[in-house]
């Protein structure tokens, strides 16, 4: 598992945006499916979004399509999470992983379950 730091959380009021950056400690990302996930206090961890090691190929959760992107410049080892329209239920610690795993379903569903090296994260909190 490729150890990464997240970055650009913070307090944000409802109908506002921001970009998390995720870059890596170690190693280059151009190898790796790439995904970002949140995990609100009291839930479980999901999925927020994937992309391929290329950037040609995305998934998203089904309930943040329309408000999430994500992008990847492997040049600089560094990927993207734009969050728009914030909303108070998007408060969460929001994190991101890489896998050799070959798909961005396989990632986005059921692979993330098994990593344990999670970092502190980006926190976003988002008022009323």
Do not use: M
């Not at 408060?91 to 890489?98: D, G, L, R, S």
């Amino acid at each position: 598992q490729v150890q990464l730091v997240e970055s650009g959380g913070g307090l944000v009021p409802s109908g506002e945006s921001l970009k998390l950056s995720c870059s890596t400690s170690g190693p280059t990302l151009d190898g790796y499916v790439v995904g970002w996930f949140r995990q609100a206090p009291g839930k479980e961890r999901e999925h927020v979004a994937c992309i391929s090691s290329d950037g040609t190929t995305t998934f998203y959760a089904r309930s943040l399509k329309a408000r999430v992107t994500i992008s990847r410049n492997n040049a600089i080892n560094t990927v993207y999470l734009q969050l728009n329209n914030l909303q108070p239920e998007d408060t969460a610690v929001y994190h991101c992983a890489a896998s050799a795993v070959p798909s961005v379903y396989s990632l986005c569903t059921q692979a993330y379950k098994s990593l344990d090296l999670w970092g502190q994260g980006a926190l976003v909190t988002v008022s009323s």
